[in-house]
């Protein structure tokens, strides 16, 4: 049985709509797509509570914030604490994100900082977290592609 959402034409027009333009509103959302705004407005709370459209948050630029440098950083740890260390890196504020992975470590790390010597501080911040046991660092140079979701829209 498939689990995903089903999201019909309709619904597919809306998100596009959505992650083109997300301020310009119901009414506008509506008018796009040629349905009642209450339609619209349903559509969108459907959305929301199906996890299909996850926050109406803002995306903001690290780089734009004072931080231009980016880095993702895989750690190896002890694997009973996981727990106890990605509450210990959600510390790090410029920590963005820690996901699991499957592979030779056991978490990637996103981070971003303010030049060289702050990016050391981070890792020193990593590297002091309990469970942390290795780190590997790869520092990012330019975003080629993404994030992006729209073409999932598409099939």
Same mark, same amino acid.
């Given at each position: 049985?498939d689990?995903a959402?089903h999201?019909?034409?309709?619904?597919?027009r809306l998100?596009?709509i959505v992650l083109?333009a997300?301020?310009v509103g119901v009414?506008e959302?509506?008018r796009?797509?040629?349905?009642?705004r209450?339609?619209?407005?349903a559509?969108l709370d459907?959305?929301e509570?199906?996890?299909?459209?996850?926050?109406?948050a803002?995306t903001? @630029?690290p =780089?734009a /914030?004072?931080?231009?440098l980016s !880095?993702?950083?895989?750690?190896?740890m002890?694997?009973?604490?996981l727990?106890e260390?990605?509450?210990g890196?959600?510390?790090?504020?410029?920590?963005?994100?820690?996901m699991s992975?499957a592979?030779e470590?056991d978490?990637?790390c996103r981070?971003?900082?303010? @030049?060289h =010597?702050? /990016?050391?501080?981070?890792?020193? !911040?990593?590297?002091?977290?309990?469970g942390?046991?290795?780190?590997?660092?790869?520092?990012i140079?330019?975003q080629r592609?993404?994030?992006r979701?729209?073409q999932?829209?598409?099939g």
């Open positions: 049985m689990a959402p999201i019909d034409d309709t619904d597919r998100l596009k083109a997300p301020r009414r959302f509506s796009r797509l040629g349905v009642a209450g339609t619209a407005q559509r459907k959305l509570a199906r996890g299909v459209l996850g926050s109406w803002p903001l @630029d =780089a /914030l004072g931080y231009p !880095a993702l950083v895989h750690i190896q002890a694997q009973a604490e727990e260390t990605c509450a890196l959600a510390e790090v504020r410029e920590i963005l994100e820690v992975v592979g470590f978490i990637v981070v971003v900082a303010r @030049d =010597a702050h /990016l050391e501080e981070v890792f020193s !911040a990593i590297i002091s977290t309990r942390v046991l290795r780190t590997r660092t790869e520092v140079l330019r592609v993404g994030p979701l729209a999932l829209l598409d």
